[in-house]
């Protein structure tokens, strides 16, 4: 059964640093285009990187400088590294291989 | 950037009765391959969003066949022929033919 598993949300103060985590089971990040998409509260769905297998990444342009998408192969896990957060930031965010395979999310909550 | 336009935003459908949610795109999602890269989701609240329809028209893996999907170009639908109870929720269309991958505004459906 593949099964994506994200950790390392929280409640963070503005201008700190935060990584996510996304454990991935029966499927090979590294052979696989993974991403990270978010969710506000309220509010629609946001796609925030990609990695694909060659280590090329794409990004969000308003995350594009802040956040950092990588993958482990050795530890099957795909990471979002968010620096400089800001209360915009706040989200649901969900790690998936896009379009068919989505973990359940870790909210992030940016406030002082 | 590719702009995803969801008509209506919300949509209060009888039992039974069928359903249609449209999607624009600010330009075609016509790869130079040929394929075009368009997703329909289906999200409950505090779910992920679950995909039913991928590449237009086909329908995922476990998903009933009242739902369909069709377009070409810039203009994309997704119909329910028969609306159940379950359907309620929020459907989004994403395109994923060029960076940076977009989604719509959402739509809600509801029972009236």
């Known amino acids: 059964e593949v099964q994506l598993v994200e950790s390392g949300g929280g409640l963070i103060l503005p201008g700190e640093s935060l990584r996510l985590s996304c454990a991935v089971s029966g499927l090979s990040v590294a052979t696989n285009f993974m991403s990270w998409v978010r969710q506000a509260p309220g509010k629609g769905l946001e796609w925030v990187a990609t990695?694909?297998?060659?280590?090329?990444?794409w990004y969000a342009d308003s995350m594009k400088g802040r956040f950092t998408i990588s993958r482990d192969n050795s530890r099957n896990t795909l990471y979002l590294q968010m620096n400089n957060l800001r209360a915009e930031d706040t989200a649901v965010y969900f790690c998936?291989?896009?379009?068919?395979?989505w973990g359940k999310g870790t909210t992030v909550t940016v406030s002082s | 950037d590719i702009v995803m336009t969801q008509t209506p935003l919300s949509s209060p459908v009888t039992l039974g009765q069928p359903a249609s949610i449209s999607c624009r795109s600010s330009?075609?999602?016509?790869?130079?391959?040929?394929?075009?890269?368009l997703s329909w989701f289906h999200q409950r609240p505090g779910q992920p969003p679950r995909l039913l329809i991928d590449?237009?028209?086909n329908r995922f893996s476990g998903v009933p066949d009242r739902f369909s999907g069709s377009g070409a170009g810039t203009d994309f639908t997704l119909k329910i022929s028969r609306v159940e109870a379950e359907d309620v929720g929020i459907y989004y269309c994403?395109?994923?033919?060029?960076?940076?991958?977009?989604f719509g505004q959402g739509t809600k459906l509801e029972i009236k």
């Open positions: 330009q075609s999602l016509v790869r130079s391959d040929g394929d075009t890269y």
């Open positions: 590449s237009i028209s």
């Open positions: 990695i694909n297998s060659a280590y090329n990444s």
């Open positions: 994403m395109q994923a033919s060029q960076f940076p991958y977009t």
């Open positions: 998936a291989r896009l379009t068919d395979v």
